[in-house]
DNA sequence: CCGTATCCGATTTGATACTG
DNA sequence: CAGTATCAAATCGGATACGG
């Protein structure tokens, strides 16, 4: 298990940047880069996006589980934000197309790293929790 | 940045069926990857500890904004999941110190990868949010 | 086809007070 | 110092119905 950053194939192929500096400083926009991506449904929204661009109801039949008003509202906020492009057909009846704007594409890097990690070690997770339930192992140091 | 599109790295290479929605399966535990740290204070504790164990007043002061409640929970689950340990000194008055486990590291790297992308682009949104207060510019294409 | 509006329950968060 | 308990508010998310 303790391999656990030996290779990092995608994105991060480099050794674990100084990144982030002065973490209590500068954390605060990436709590801004979660909170608006952490929500139930936007990291699916742009990862699909992240194929090809999309209309209302193909996104709505590819997610399977969304409610119309979230699945606007999902759309409205990435809208807002800049990472998703909205794009209106005058055809009868109506077509609207959504795709990633340059933004998006961007963000589509760190969040495929994130997923990565998600699908790595989901196992490791689960074993965490199986483990921790009924016995809370918190280690206890002996006083020197 | 234009080279963010040419392929995305990992689990999404594969092209998104428009009957089966691989995108919902691949997704899934990248989704739990999302909501386990997607919450307010997860990720921000996450980094906060990846540059060195902290102890409990220690983070209160350090993000600031922070209740206690919120805190202890975000360190429960942290530590359910086997992302962060939990060393009790029994002292007194007693102390206890947070710090990652070697799962909790390597969820650190996509992390700042995301926390990277949101300190770069945070101006970028941010105008792209002004931008949308009061006028909708949605565009729209003609018909052909 | 592409939404918006309304109602309603579930979950999350914060403020405050209290304890070993 | 390091939490827990309780209450109230805000937000999230789904179902349904309706409109352009």
Redesign the pocket.
């Known amino acids: 298990m303790s391999a656990a950053h030996t290779d990092v194939p995608s994105v991060l192929s480099h050794e674990l940047p100084p990144s982030v500096p002065a973490a209590e400083l500068a954390a605060c926009p990436a709590s801004d880069a979660f909170r608006r991506v952490g ?3 936007s990291m699916l929204v742009v990862i699909i996006l992240g194929s090809r661009s999309h ?4 996104l709505h039949r590819s997610i399977e ?6 699945l ?1 509202r999902t759309l ?1 906020a990435l809208e807002t934000d800049g990472l998703v492009g ?1 794009r209106v057909h005058p055809t009868v ?4 197309e959504y795709s990633l704007t340059p933004l998006g594409h961007s963000l589509l890097v760190p969040l495929s790293a994130l997923a990565d990690w998600g699908i790595r070690h989901e196992g490791e997770i689960q074993a965490a929790r199986h483990r921790s339930v009924g016995s809370e192992a918190a280690q206890v140091v002996e006083a020197s």
Chains 1, 2 share one sequence.
């Open positions: 929500d139930k449904w209309r209302y109801n193909e589980g969304i409610s119309q008003r979230m606007t409205r909205r009846p109506p077509s609207v």
